[in-house]
T-cell receptor
């Protein structure tokens, strides 16, 4: 089955700096890569996703890049704000049913 | 839309008791997923349904766990008998496949088994 690894497990940045979270996957059949944000005590919420026919996708301060050859994808958050502090999960899926989640990155944005 | 609704939000029970978690998916969604989240194992898919039919239950940890979806607007996850190691946050999620793969999560049920 699919194995998704996520790094780093914790990340602290100064407000206004950029944050990068990286994930690797093992199954070349995976073609959908969502990123979820989970605030403390809350539900995971989709913030951005990318399909394997696209190399990069942006949404305001958030971007995701995908390298299919190397089987890795990354989340980039620019101009970080305190409200970006949360746990971020990457996932990979080939059918849209079974999501294989990474272990999460706890991001702290220091004001 | 109110989003995915789960009840109860918190459940504390004693070992050996039966626990039933409930979920109401977003109206019109055709897929429903049950996840378990723990610090040790992260987010794990337990089972998912398509049009009320269980498709894959390979993530259900033991026979003590069972799930049903009697209609398009209601699903239950039952644990009988419950054990302390079942303590976790259980999320229900739903999706409408014709529009996207996005799964919408409910607020979760925090289960504590003492």
């Amino acid at each position: 089955g699919e194995n998704v690894e996520q790094h780093p497990s914790t990340l602290s940045v100064q407000e206004g700096d950029s944050a990068v979270i990286k994930c690797t996957y093992s199954d070349s059949a995976s073609n959908y890569f969502p990123w979820y944000k989970q605030e403390l005590g809350k539900r995971p919420q989709l913030i951005i996703d990318i399909r394997s026919n696209v190399g990069e996708k942006k949404d305001q301060r958030i971007a995701v890049t995908l390298n299919k050859t190397a089987k890795h994808f990354s989340l980039h958050i620019t101009e970080t704000q305190p409200e970006d502090s949360a746990v971020y999960f990457c996932a990979a899926s080939d059918t849209g049913n079974q999501f294989y989640f990474g272990t999460g990155t706890s991001l702290t944005v220091i004001p | 839309d109110a989003g995915v609704i789960q009840s109860p939000r918190h459940e504390v029970t004693e070992m050996g008791q039966e626990v039933t978690l409930r979920c109401k998916p977003i109206s019109g969604h055709d897929y429903l997923f049950w996840y378990r989240q723990t610090m040790m194992r992260g987010l794990e898919l337990l089972i998912y349904f398509n049009n009320n039919v269980p498709i894959d239950d390979s993530g259900m940890p033991e026979d003590r766990f069972s799930a049903k979806m009697p209609n398009a607007s209601f699903s239950t996850l039952k644990i009988q008998p419950s054990e302390p190691r079942d303590s976790a946050v259980y999320f229900c999620a739903s999706s409408f496949r014709q529009s996207s793969y996005e799964q919408y999560f409910g607020p979760g049920t925090r289960l504590t088994v003492t």
